[in-house]
Nanobody, 120 residues
Framework: QVHLVESGGGLVQPGGSLSVACAAS????????MGWYRQPPGKERELVAI???????NYADSVKGRFTISRDNARNTVYLQMNSLKPEDTAVYYC??????????????WGQGTQVIVSS
């Protein structure tokens, strides 16, 4: 099993900053990519940002220039720094990791989600 534990999130005023982190643990051989997705109220889950083991990143257009994803490969941890937050960033943020676990079995795991609320 591969477990993802998220931390951070909470309530912030518009224009403020917030960070979330996600640590992966379990029988991991390698993690190919880690990323953040979000699900706004009443909407479908969408990609926010993703980072590969080589450091390549991809962002949703709506967060480019405001959010930064980073990764600590040694700790199997991914971070998302969110700046200039807007009310439309309000959502449950989910961590995702995919790669290979012991016995060369691929995995694609999700965290439990952490709430981010941007409101005055």
């Amino acid at each position: 099993q591969v477990h993802l534990v998220e931390s951070g999130g909470g309530l912030v005023q518009p224009g403020g900053s917030l960070s979330v982190a996600c640590a992966a643990s379990g029988s991991i051989v390698r993690i190919d990519a880690m990323g953040w997705y979000r699900q706004p109220p009443g909407k479908e889950r969408e990609l926010v940002a993703i980072v590969t083991s080589g450091g390549s990143t991809n962002y949703a257009d709506s967060v480019k220039g405001r959010f930064t994803i980073s990764r600590d490969n040694a700790r199997n941890t991914v971070y998302l720094q969110m700046n200039s937050l807007k009310p439309e960033d309000t959502a449950v943020y989910y961590c995702n990791a995919r790669g290979m676990k012991y016995a060369f079995i691929p995995f694609d795991s999700w965290g439990q989600g952490t709430q981010v609320i941007v409101s005055s």
